[in-house]
């Protein structure tokens, strides 16, 4: 009489428990390879993480957008803009599309007491005529409001191409009398991958005269 083969060795349970570990690797390795590499902003107070790989930093001379800068009588405002002094304005673009873009500016906060309506003033005076505002509201995070703005605009790569729409979510502070606006541009109409990558790790970092600003003036609408 033979001995009865026992259940591991009857429905090859080794095998199994090997292929599983193995399929569980897998999909671990595949996770950590296909997640976006990133690269830290610091500058001023201002901290953020940025996707790797991106095209390197642009120092724009005025803050207006290309469609303004190469398309100047498309019904669009033709008074272009200078840079205000002690002002930071660099812009970050993704190699493979143009639209996808972050934008950072840090200056002086604005005598207008309105955060909400200052912003909105230096966006139309930025986009002219092809903006568009959507939603503006308060996102807390790490324990700071910011001020988050949707918008879209039209936007054009460069002097020989078509003009486009995009659109941007533009989170805002003030801190120690600087203000600070990072805008994520992305296509329109499509799951943003870009915002949930960056907004979460925005910070500000205190500065030695941030105790005299009223904690209200970070986001006053």
Same mark, same amino acid.
């Given at each position: 009489?033979?001995n009865?083969?026992?259940?591991s060795? /009857?429905?090859?349970?080794g095998v @199994?428990?090997? *292929? !599983? &570990?193995?399929?569980?690797? #897998?999909?671990?390795v595949?996770? +950590?390879?296909?997640?976006?590499s990133?690269?830290?902003?610091?500058?001023?107070?201002?901290?953020?993480?940025?996707?790797?790989g991106?095209?390197?930093a642009?120092?724009?001379?005025?803050?207006?957008?290309p469609?303004?800068?190469?398309?100047a009588?498309?019904?669009?405002?033709t008074?272009?803009?200078t840079?205000a002094?002690?002002?930071?304005?660099?812009?970050?673009v993704?190699?493979?599309?143009?639209?996808?873009?972050?934008?950072?500016?840090?200056?002086? /906060?604005?005598?207008?007491?309105? @955060?909400?309506g *200052? !912003? &909105?003033?230096?966006?139309? #005076?930025?986009?002219?005529?092809? +903006?568009?505002?959507?939603?503006?509201?308060?996102?807390?995070?790490?324990?700071?409001?910011?001020?988050?703005t949707e918008?879209?605009?039209?936007?054009?790569?460069?002097?020989?191409s078509?003009?486009?729409?995009?659109?941007?979510?533009?989170?805002?502070?003030?801190?120690?009398g600087?203000?600070?606006?990072v805008?994520?541009h992305?296509?329109?109409?499509?799951p943003?991958?870009?915002?949930?990558?960056v907004?979460?790790?925005?910070?500000?970092?205190?500065?030695?005269?941030?105790?005299?600003?009223?904690?209200?003036?970070? &986001?006053?609408?």
């Amino acid at each position: 009489m033979t001995n009865r083969p026992s259940l591991s060795q /009857r429905h090859d349970l080794g095998v @199994l428990i090997v *292929a !599983l &570990a193995m399929l569980a690797g #897998g999909a671990l390795v595949h996770r +950590y390879r296909a997640a976006p590499s990133v690269v830290p902003y610091a500058k001023e107070g201002l901290v953020f993480e940025r996707p790797g790989g991106w095209l390197p930093a642009q120092i724009p001379a005025v803050s207006v957008s290309p469609l303004v800068q190469h398309q100047a009588g498309f019904g669009v405002a033709t008074t272009i803009p200078t840079r205000a002094p002690n002002t930071v304005h660099t812009i970050y673009v993704s190699p493979l599309d143009a639209r996808r873009r972050i934008e950072v500016r840090i200056e002086d /906060r604005p005598a207008y007491s309105n @955060l909400r309506g *200052a !912003l &909105a003033v230096a966006r139309l #005076g930025q986009y002219g005529e092809f +903006y568009w505002a959507r939603h503006s509201g308060n996102a807390t995070i790490a324990n700071r409001d910011w001020l988050r703005t949707e918008f879209r605009y039209a936007f054009k790569a460069n002097k020989g191409s078509s003009p486009q729409i995009a659109e941007a979510v533009e989170y805002a502070i003030v801190n120690a009398g600087r203000l600070f606006v990072v805008t994520l541009h992305d296509e329109p109409d499509s799951p943003s991958k870009l915002e949930p990558l960056v907004a979460k790790t925005l910070r500000i970092s205190t500065r030695e005269n941030s105790s005299q600003e009223q904690p209200t003036e970070e &986001a006053k609408p």
